[in-house]
């Protein structure tokens, strides 16, 4: 990525940074889930370097025409081997965890979904045995470009991946692609089918998938010049010729524009997810406890839209 979409956090700001988090783990009942470590990370968020959240306000307000940002040389502390279990969660307050669920804060509100990943607010991205050609975040297998939960109506708006430890060989690569980059090339006839509700998008097992109750949708929206997205192309299909056709054309301008990013330990992505896509390249595990470990927060920008979706005014939705 270049350097309009990467943010370096210099020593000072580093040490700032883990103190901050450091005094974080430590607020009871150091659960990420409960309401009260929630309050305090809040608060918490406003003592992050300055220059940090500055750099956060300028993407939450314009994430540009690459859709995402990196920060790099934050202060990550891996001390246990890498989960390798189903479903894998942080629910402890963590360095990680606490470091991700600050940022995450400062672009809005932390969400879950009761379905996934049993609601946690922070959740393991890790390669799990006997799970390798799924396409999932517990898969091995190169993961198809999608924007997260496109089957659901709330979405998330920004995804988080902090990167706890690298894969052994340096090879999974975070993908990215903004519609942004790629709306210019497509034909006029071709975005207007894509425009059009002609698609649908399975949602997973978890929340009762299947295309038969999949309500079609477009795949962009508002205004031709600077679209939002919703595809995932593993799981959305165009429901006739034409829009079959579109999904493929659409799939080759987001492919000429994709990067590609080997994150390192200290490396959080956040991505766009309204602009955005984002995959994986193909790795292999070993399952020695040293492989490719990410931390996962999902992020609304207006969680009072999601209010009848969320029970006790919390931050998972139904």
Same mark, same amino acid.
């Given at each position: 990525m270049n350097n309009d979409t990467t943010f370096v956090l210099t020593d000072d700001e580093n040490r700032q940074a883990r103190a901050t988090t450091e005094q974080l783990t430590q607020?009871?009942?150091?659960?990420?889930?409960?309401p009260d470590w929630l309050h305090a990370c809040r608060g918490s968020s406003a003592e992050l370097p300055s220059r940090l959240r500055r750099r956060l306000a300028e993407f939450r307000n314009d994430p540009g025409d690459h859709g995402s940002l990196l920060v790099r040389n934050l202060p990550v502390?891996?001390?246990?081997p890498t989960p390798a279990d189903p479903g894998s969660v942080e629910r402890d307050a963590t360095t990680g965890a606490a470091l991700i669920g600050m940022v995450s804060m400062q672009l809005g509100d932390l969400i879950a979904y009761r379905n996934e990943?049993?609601?946690?607010?922070?959740?393991?991205?890790?390669?799990?045995?006997?799970?390798e050609a799924q396409q999932s975040n517990a898969g091995s297998t190169r993961l198809e470009m999608h924007i997260e939960n496109a089957f659901h109506p709330h979405r998330p708006d920004y995804v988080g991946l902090l990167c706890v430890r690298s894969d052994h060989e340096r090879v999974a690569g975070l993908q990215i692609a903004c519609v942004r980059r790629a709306v210019d090339t497509l034909p006029g006839d071709v975005r207007t089918v894509l425009g059009e509700p002609r698609f649908v998008t399975d949602a997973p097992p978890s929340f009762g998938g299947g295309s038969a109750a999949a309500p079609r949708h477009a795949v962009l929206t508002g205004h031709p010049d600077d679209p939002d997205i919703r595809v995932d192309f593993h799981a959305t299909h165009g429901c006739d010729v034409p829009a079959k056709?579109? !999904?493929?054309?659409?799939?080759?301008? %987001?492919?000429? /524009?994709?990067?590609? !990013?080997?994150?390192?330990?200290?490396? %959080?992505?956040? /991505?766009d997810n309204r602009v955005a896509?984002?995959?994986?390249? %193909?790795?292999?595990?070993r399952y020695d406890g040293e492989d490719r470990w990410l931390y996962r927060t999902f992020v609304h920008l207006d969680h009072r839209r999601s209010r009848a979706f969320r029970s006790r005014d919390g931050h998972v939705l139904d």
């Open positions: 607020v009871e009942p150091r659960l990420v889930d409960a502390v891996v001390d246990r990943k049993s609601g946690a607010l922070v959740q393991n991205v890790v390669p799990v045995p006997g799970q056709d579109a !999904l493929e054309i659409l799939r080759d301008a %987001l492919t000429a /524009v994709t990067e590609t !990013l080997v994150l390192e330990p200290g490396d %959080l992505a956040l /991505v896509l984002h995959g994986r390249t %193909l790795f292999t595990p």
